[in-house]
């Protein structure tokens, strides 16, 4: 167990809708990173937060968003879905300096259908 | 920008045979590098890291990774593969520990033939 809730395991949803993924990072952990893995685009880097702030942003497109509250959990939402959004999304996250890993969640299976 | 090169989406070994996963990263600085490993329908777990000092890393579950400066490489190494080391494989890379993202390789799926 990483210590990385994430909230649901799968989804499934028709094309249009809009929906919420959520990610509790380890107890301490200030960066919250959230990728997505499909079979034809391997692991991709959407976007990080750091403490509430955004820190970078990746291949994340612009129907997707995301936030960290000040508990630090994380929130990933996808709007407009499309059948090319159904994926694998891993939320991360990593402890202060100077450890430099991250620990990865169970991830969210999400179908469109 | 940093990159991660993966050589070999797929390797097969035999049970007892030696584990070779190549890495090679692109960095203009000493990077952190990492190698996790994936299960089906599993998240993400940590093998191993180097960070700074010994450049012979040992991990989890019997692994080890070797980082050579001068060939821009940290490859994973098993001494004898068991079944359960079938899974996917990703080398990563981290510039700094203070806020940098992590650059992934596509990953190296490992079968292990009985």
């Known amino acids: 167990d990483s210590g990385v809730t994430q909230t649901p395991k799968h989804l499934i949803t028709a094309t249009g809708q809009r929906v919420t993924l959520r990610c509790s990072p380890r107890?301490?952990?200030?960066?919250v990173y959230w990728y997505q893995q499909s079979l034809d685009q391997g692991l991709q880097f959407l976007i990080q937060?750091?403490?509430?702030?955004?820190?970078a942003k990746g291949n994340i497109l612009e129907r997707f968003s995301a936030q960290q509250f000040p508990d630090l959990h994380s929130e990933l939402n996808l709007s407009s879905l499309e059948l090319g959004d159904s994926a694998l999304y891993f939320c991360?996250?990593?402890?202060?300096?100077?450890?430099?890993?991250?620990?990865f969640g169970q991830g969210t299976r999400l179908t469109v259908v | 920008a940093q990159s991660v090169t993966q050589l070999g989406s797929h390797v097969s070994v035999s049970e007892g045979a030696l584990v070779l996963l190549r890495c090679n990263y692109s960095?203009?600085?000493?990077?952190?590098l990492f190698w996790y490993v994936q299960y089906p329908n599993q998240g993400l777990q940590l093998l191993l890291k180097?960070?700074?000092?010994?450049?012979l890393v040992k991990g989890i579950n019997g692994f080890e990774a070797e980082f050579k400066k001068s060939e821009t490489s940290f490859h994973l190494t098993k001494p004898s593969a068991h079944m359960s080391d079938a899974a996917e494989y990703f080398c990563?890379?981290?510039?700094?520990?203070?806020?940098?993202?992590?650059?992934f390789g596509t990953g190296t799926s490992l079968t292990v033939i009985p």
């Open positions: 991360a996250s990593s402890p202060s300096p100077p450890r430099p890993e991250a620990f």
């Open positions: 107890s301490g952990d200030l960066s």
């Open positions: 937060y750091y403490n509430g702030e955004e820190r």
């Open positions: 960095s203009s600085v000493p990077p952190y």
């Open positions: 180097y960070t700074t000092g010994a450049t």
């Open positions: 990563a890379v981290r510039k700094s520990n203070t806020g940098n993202q992590f650059y």
